[in-house]
């Protein structure tokens, strides 16, 4: 990460798991052991579309903030 000048996001989720997305994630701390596909998907679109997270490694796992809420508080 030191040796690049791309911008990048790295984002680790814990387990995928495939159930359906509940649209509420915790970034930036782990706290289960799971995530759905369906909600890292939608983590990294709004990741994408916004600057905030630029160079940044994000922990996420399933929670209770609905996602563009908790991509908001990354700020």
Do not use: C, W
């Not at 000048?5 to 509420?24: D, F, M, N, R």
């Not at 796992?61 to 700020?75: D, F, K, R, T, W």
Request: proline content about 5%; hydrophobic content about 35%.
């Amino acid at each position: 990460m030191n040796n690049t000048h791309l911008q990048y996001t790295i984002l680790q989720p814990t387990a995928l798991v495939e159930k359906p997305g509940s649209g509420k994630v915790t970034l930036g701390d782990y706290t289960t052991n799971e995530n759905s596909i369906d909600n890292v998907a939608e983590v990294l679109i709004g990741l994408a579309e916004h600057n905030s997270s630029i160079g940044e490694v994000i922990e996420m796992s399933a929670g209770n903030e609905p996602i563009p809420e908790a991509i908001n508080h990354l700020n």
